[in-house]
């Protein structure tokens, strides 16, 4: 199978916590509210760089009249997690009415019952234009607990102005000459498969064993002070300032600090890179959960989804967006980081779903080697 249609069967989460009780009713038809509060991550919607225009929150206040709060609050999902968890426990959202988080956070999400059931009749355009390979993960068979926002490709963003040489390598990260100027993810599928990728493992079908040694090579680069920090979305701020030389990033924001740097470069190392899903969810107690049922339904619309797609430059879960932006920039409807071709999606790997106990004890160890 291609990484899109293996990604789509696999969950991710192994439940740690341990129990089900997904919500089992449907959000019920309601009226649109004039506010709606969507949590995200930074430089992950499209933005008019001159004017600063919201261009899809402005365009869904044109169409329903819906002020958008638009939280740009998630750095990393166990970080992220850990913020919500107790209000999202007692049914209470802290007022978000919608969140997006990675695939293995979206599954533990609908396992503890933290989100609800979408109503997919008030969904025509998610029905009409999710691409197929998506439609069934195994976490959520029928899409009944959250929507694809965009695909990610985790690889190499670098410096091409302090680095002696153009990195190819995920083992890159590694060269002494960058000691105390590399940074890695504190996203443990992301910089564990990368890891495991540069020690010739698969990260796809290997074994506990070898995960505990791409942990200890990445607990040993730590201590010696090899990588400077471990992060979630601010490394944006350390390769920006030149802190970080070589990091382990996602593509989407090499492609937008590229805008205002170019010397900034994002590349799939030769290895292989790592590929997962980012998934919109409507947590429990939502003050405004069919609204949010209908944003979700609103960027399915391939007109509305290509400027999400040509700004974010990650790879779109929308039928019909290439076939738009083609027409206006063909060689950006070529991009192989919105639209991998089967060629490249060989090298694209999904981290293994793990057991339970397997999970806790590859979660334990790479949380005590990145010091969280």
Not at 166 to 181: E, H, L
Request: net charge neutral.
């Amino acid at each position: 199978m291609s990484a899109i249609a293996w990604l789509a069967a696999c969950g991710g989460d192994s439940g740690i916590e341990g129990g089900t009780k997904k919500q089992s009713k449907v959000i019920p038809k309601g009226k649109i509210s004039d506010t709606l509060y969507f949590s995200n991550w930074p430089l992950y919607i499209d933005v008019d760089d001159k004017t600063k225009r919201r261009g899809t929150l402005d365009k869904f206040k044109k169409q329903y009249g819906t002020t958008v709060k638009y939280v740009e609050e998630i750095n990393d999902n166990d970080e992220f997690f850990g913020k919500v968890r107790q209000q999202y426990a007692q049914g209470n959202s802290g007022g978000r009415d919608l969140h997006v988080v990675t695939d293995w956070m979206s599954a533990r999400m609908i396992r503890l019952g933290y989100v609800q059931k979408l109503d997919k009749a008030q969904m025509p355009n998610v029905e009409k234009n999710l691409l197929d390979t998506l439609r069934h993960p195994d976490y959520d068979r029928n899409r009944d607990y959250g929507i694809p926002w965009q695909g990610i490709q985790a690889g190499i963003i670098y410096r091409r102005d302090k680095v002696k040489r153009t990195p190819k390598s995920v083992n890159d990260i590694f060269d002494p000459a960058y000691k105390g100027k590399t940074t890695m993810l504190t996203e443990m599928p992301d910089t564990v498969g990368l890891v495991m990728l540069g020690m010739g493992k698969d990260p796809e079908t290997g074994s506990v064993d070898d995960m505990l040694a791409a942990i200890d090579k990445i607990d040993k680069a730590s201590k010696s002070g090899q990588v400077r920090r471990f992060t979630g979305n601010e490394y944006t701020k350390d390769i920006t300032k030149g802190d970080s030389w070589l990091i382990y990033g996602w593509s989407g924001d090499a492609v937008q600090l590229e805008a205002d740097n170019p010397n900034i470069k994002f590349i799939q190392p030769e290895e292989g890179w790592m590929y997962s899903n980012d998934i919109m969810q409507v947590p429990v107690g939502a003050p405004h959960a069919f609204t949010a049922e209908k944003m979700i339904d609103f960027v399915y619309r391939p007109e509305i989804q290509a400027p999400i797609a040509a700004y974010v430059n990650y790879v779109t879960p929308v039928k019909g967006v290439k076939e738009l932006i083609e027409k206006d920039d063909p060689e950006l409807a070529n991009s192989q980081l919105i639209f991998p071709d089967a060629e490249t999606l060989k090298r694209a790997k999904i981290f293994k779903t793990l057991t339970p106990g397997d999970e806790r004890k590859v979660k334990s160890a790479f949380q005590k080697a990145i010091g969280a």
